[in-house]
């Protein structure tokens, strides 16, 4: 590959402004977006930025389908879901068209269809639905007990910072969000306590404007990061499992209450079910407080090796994980913290 396409890790400082710069959306005329959806709907552009891997995020294009769907309804209409269904791997090179059809306008609730595109072809589509805030009953689930606190959680940086790979070297340095596994983390090797629950913390590594809903579009993006891993986790899998296959098909969300991106939030994952190379999990963010931001459901597609090549890849790459002394020392330093149950598996 030539130097000038290798993947350059950015500061933390830019890659909150790329989170930030690829929800700023350009409204196109008609005519600029030739072969995007019909002429009646209105038409976005969404910049892409380099990555490590080929296949655009899938959290960038949910958080770009439902920017473009909030900018076509009244400031006072909040988002409060999505469901949206992956429908082929975007190309991290190529920036995203997004177009909105308006469903409905209703005297409380707004519906639109939100469609991604890249050369005219759909890569994802969604329906958002939007509310304008009203009085009514109100409950929550409680947030977990007895969570250690993310300053007592290791960074990705001291778990795979070492790690000389792009990839690897894009989960440690090059996301916008800090993750802070509660769990073990399964990077590099599976969880020898295998059980289909996950948490982690997450916020920006950098603050974010006020816009209220840059920070709903950033939790959107978020929490398709680890809502797979209780999946993986149950199944003694991990994300850097040679020749592994591993892909979302869906993604749901409803907002329950404001908060920021940048600040602390829970991010508690379950699967209930997993079979036929598929696989169900659920997730509840909370910010720090207790209050219930979110709830996530995402089926994804796990497919685990098969034959004699990648168990003998496993097995050269994971006497190279087990002889790394930053391997070693990370979890003699954090074992005991990533033992705690904060869910019934």
Do not use: C
């Amino acid at each position: 590959m030539p130097d000038d396409h290798r993947y350059r890790v950015p500061s933390a400082a830019d890659s909150v402004q790329q989170l930030v710069d690829m929800l700023q959306l350009q409204h196109l005329d008609p005519d600029d977006a030739a072969g995007a959806g019909p002429s009646a709907e209105d038409h976005f552009l969404g910049p892409v930025f380099q990555q490590a891997y080929w296949r655009v995020f899938g959290g960038q294009v949910l958080a770009q389908a439902a920017t473009a769907a909030m900018q076509t309804v009244e400031p006072e209409r909040l988002i409060h879901s999505v469901h949206g269904y992956f429908l082929r791997p975007g190309d991290a090179t190529k920036p995203i068209q997004v177009s909105v059809e308006r469903l409905r306008d209703g005297g409380s609730f707004s519906a639109r269809r939100s469609q991604a595109y890249q050369d005219g072809t759909p890569i994802l589509s969604m329906i958002a639905s939007f509310q304008r805030p009203s009085p009514g009953v109100a409950h929550q689930r409680r947030m977990p007990q007895g969570v250690p606190d993310p300053e007592d959680l290791a960074e990705p940086q001291e778990l795979v910072g070492h790690v000389k790979h792009p990839i690897v070297h894009e989960w440690a340095h090059g996301r916008p969000f800090d993750i802070r596994h509660v769990d073990r983390p399964i990077y590099l090797e599976a969880d020898q306590d295998p059980h289909a629950t996950s948490a982690v913390w997450l916020r920006t590594k950098a603050p974010l404007p006020d816009d209220p809903n840059i920070h709903r579009a950033a939790i959107l993006y978020a929490s398709d990061y680890t809502l797979l891993e209780p999946i993986l986790r149950r199944h003694g899998l991990y994300w850097a499992k040679p020749e592994m296959k591993v892909a979302s098909l869906d993604h749901a969300m409803w907002w329950h209450r404001d908060a920021r991106a940048d600040e602390w939030l829970l991010y508690v994952q379950q699967s209930p079910s997993a079979q036929n190379a598929r696989g169900l999990a659920q997730g509840s963010i909370y910010s720090r407080d207790g209050a219930l931001v979110a709830t996530v459901a995402q089926e994804g597609m796990v497919r685990p090796p098969e034959g004699l090549r990648p168990k003998l890849s496993e097995k050269m790459q994971q006497t190279l994980v087990h002889s790394s002394r930053a391997t070693r020392e990370v979890n003699k330093k954090y074992s005991q913290t990533w033992s705690s149950r904060y869910l019934d598996s």
